[in-house]
């Protein structure tokens, strides 16, 4: 082994995500029979990289980064060293990326977690106005909660498919009773889901105090909606002063000085037992004050920046702890969602936990028989110090900077869902993306680089690639589209139109066909990036390849999208990923499609609100091509 990676798994902090080996024994047979994530060939990744770049970078600096590639893919020269040495990775783990990817995508990232990694999500609003709707929901939520948990432990959670193939089911297992540590340079992750110190509590958060909330009665079995709703009321009427430090707010700050901070809270013995309560719960409930009016348009948009961030220091950003991997939010005035840290887990079993919970709230309860008395929930007391007090108030500040510079819209597409490209024989997501690709091209003039996540589920322990929208087949068609037609040459179509539509329907067709790519495990991103982190680890020198303009502009992606779809009628949200970017989640229904789209205030050139209005009218354009034309023989 080499002295470097040896060092470093000698340094491996406590709780990286559990290697699948230490599942269950009926899943473990099934994460065992699926193949391991492959390093593509050089060669292919090398010649699709240029392809990727075609559509955003200049002639003059493709040109130069087409000498780069010459030079990394020379026979013997360092791509073919640094390939060898992925290969060499790839047959001694798991899967060659995993670890990598959960360092470099998360644990080493050090913005705040809140807008720039933790996505939210919006639930339709809830017909409770007051307290006692707001406890009965949060229970009957608490009892789906530990329904779908049961499933994980009995291991009757049916394996996931796509496209005919089983998918990874790990990040189930990763999702409940886990929570994120930081670290001076690396944050970790702690699990208590399996073996003696399994969680057996939730924590809840009213008012910014922090409760520990036993969920099991003593034979094992989950308490009920109503005992749930009892203890939910306990905890309320004991929470009922509206001075209390923020003492979560410290989880917003940048990882450095929560790292610092948590060292400091921790110095403290009571601090510490309730920090510790709060990282072993099994997800967090945040029972929040009510947001304030606002009228019906802006409503869902301040939902979603509500599930990010909380709306500030001053409403209910304290009522939170970020790190915690789950934490469901229910306000007294009906709006819900929840806000997860993403480590442990992409946007799907986090979605499918939520349409599970979301129907069990709707099934009516269970009769049950006589209730014995259950103890007072735990507080969870803290201890402030004038330095930690120091620590709130800076974390407060910064915080609020970033509430300031979030810009976020929810929008309901309704004029048509899926069910519309799906008619067309187009696939609905590459449609969808194609309008994204127009809607940027009207708004700026130019393609820009373009990341929209793929499952790499169908691997052993597999987390995401690149769908790089941006191509060349999509410029060629976002440049036609509003190109001036032809004057009609007798014909009853304007040739120009039917032209139009072999190019919608050619650029859809390469979307399509680099998303198979990419959940077959050959796309192009996380290889680059597995030869670069292998030219860190061999102490070679950094390959001019990845110290070009082009690769820094192809790593710029000014729209981060994704596709999280859903059973419920809810929509994902996520912060931009660049200053000067846009973060655009979707989830396609069959009639109408719902959008979160934001960008930062603080960069002149963005408008979240701007974006939908240039999405929604591409999305009619594109319709109204296609239906002017007759079907193409592509
Ligand atoms: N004609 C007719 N129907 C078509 C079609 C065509 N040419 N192409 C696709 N469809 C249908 C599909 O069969 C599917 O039908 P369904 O609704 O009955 O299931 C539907 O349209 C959707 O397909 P499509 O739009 O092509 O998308 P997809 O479901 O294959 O998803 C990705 C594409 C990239 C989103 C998916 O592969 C993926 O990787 N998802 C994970 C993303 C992720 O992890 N995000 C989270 C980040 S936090």
Redesign the pocket.
Known sequence: MHRRQKQAEQARPRGLLKPWGRLPGRLQLHQVALPTLPVPPLQQTLDRYLLALEPIVSREELSHTQQLVAEFRRPGGVGERLQKGLERRAKKTENWLSDWWLKTAYLEYRLPVVVHSS?GVVLPKQDFLDRQGQLRFAAKLIEGILDFKSMIDNETLPVEY??GKPLCMNQYYQILSSCRIPGPKRDSIVNYAQGKRQSRHIAVVHNFQFFELDVYNSDGSPLSTEQLFIQLEKIWNTSLQTNKEPIGILTTNHRNSWAKAYNNLLKDRTNKESVRAIESSICTVCLDAPMPRVSHDVYSSRVAAQMLHGGGSHLNSGNRWFDKTLQFIVAEDGSCGLVYE?APS???PIVALLDHVVEFTKKPEQERSALSPLPMPRKLRFNITPEIKKDIEQAKQNLNILVEDLDVKVMVFHHFG?AF??SE??????FIQLALQLAYYRMYGHSCATY????LRRFRLGR?DT?RSASAASLRFVQAMDSPGQPNSGSSLCPQEQEKTELLRRAAQAH?EY?DM??QGNAIDRHLLGLKLQAIEDLVSMPELFMDTAYAVAMHFNLST????ARTDCV?CFGPVVPDGYGVCYN?MEHHINFAISAFNSCADTNAARMAHYLEQALLDMRALLQATPRSKL
């Open positions: 996505p796509m496209g993403h992409e946007g799907p899926k490209p799906k024989k187009i696939s609905p997501d590459a929209e996540s793929a499952s995401t769908i399509r998303t990419a959940i994704s596709q999280v779809p994902m396609p």
